[in-house]
């Protein structure tokens, strides 16, 4: 089973990741507690700080992902965009609080697989789509 992270960690997390720092440098940042030597130019409003905090579960979050704890629709719709870069319109519709028609391959279904939280689900339909709501 996968640790179990807030979402502002994931956000964290994958803010690094999309800023091409390997998984190598944000552990030894974070062991060093040196990661103000890789954030700046990051937005103000993000504070890593909360990396150090998640120290001793960090290796087997980047090697096996994370479930996010409680995740809101926005996260959702945010970490699809920053970890799989899917987009409203162009990749998924919205119906309420439900993404429909999310076109996902084997590997990144498993992805949204693990990061989703307890309070959503997800399922294939015919045409070979996903769909995602809240339970």
């Known amino acids: ?20 720092v390997t998984d190598e440098t944000i552990l030894e940042k974070v062991r060093t507690q040196n990661l103000h030597e890789i954030t700046e130019g ?3 409003r993000l504070d890593f700080n909360l990396l150090y905090g998640i120290e001793g579960k960090l290796p087997s979050i980047l090697r096996d992902g994370y479930q996010v704890k409680f995740l809101t629709f926005p996260g959702l719709q ?17 119906d309420g609080f439900t993404v429909k028609e999310l076109q996902l391959t084997d590997k990144e279904a498993q992805v949204v697989r693990t990061f989703l939280a307890n ?6 339909v015919a045409d070979g789509s996903y769909f995602i709501q809240p339970k």
């Open 42 to 44: 990051f937005e103000a």
């Open 119 to 124: 309070n959503w689900m997800m399922e294939q």
């Open 1 to 20: 089973m996968v640790e179990q992270i807030s979402l502002m960690e994931a956000y964290l997390i994958e803010a690094l990741k999309g800023a091409n």
């Open 78 to 94: 945010r970490l699809l965009e920053i970890k799989l870069g899917k987009q409203e319109t162009d990749d998924y519709t919205l």
